[in-house]
């Protein structure tokens, strides 16, 4: 499952608006889990089509026990920092 954001960006005292969209899938877990993400647990996301957990610039591993929607957030950020636009998550 694919989820497309829009996250909008707004510097104080400018006019212009930066947009850009950090897509989201869901697809890899569910194949090896056969349900969408969801509970407690530590979570590993990727970025940008990267899955080699050793490469630690594109992954994002969750703190301790958080809700899917918890890391989901935390990856968004890592991702908006980054300069990142597709987090996979992880299986």
Request: hydrophobic share 35%; net charge neutral; proline share 2%.
């Amino acid at each position: 499952m694919m989820i497309e954001t829009t996250e909008t960006n707004t510097t104080k005292g400018e006019a212009m608006q930066t947009v850009r969209s950090i897509t989201i899938s869901t697809r890899a877990y569910e194949l090896s889990h056969g349900h969408k993400p969801k509970g407690r647990g530590s979570w590993a996301f990727f970025y940008d089509g990267n899955t080699d957990v050793m490469n630690a610039p594109y992954v994002f591993w969750s703190a301790g026990n958080m809700t899917y929607s918890e890391a989901l957030r935390d990856a968004r950020y890592m991702a908006r920092i980054g300069g990142h636009f597709h987090i996979e998550v992880g299986s």
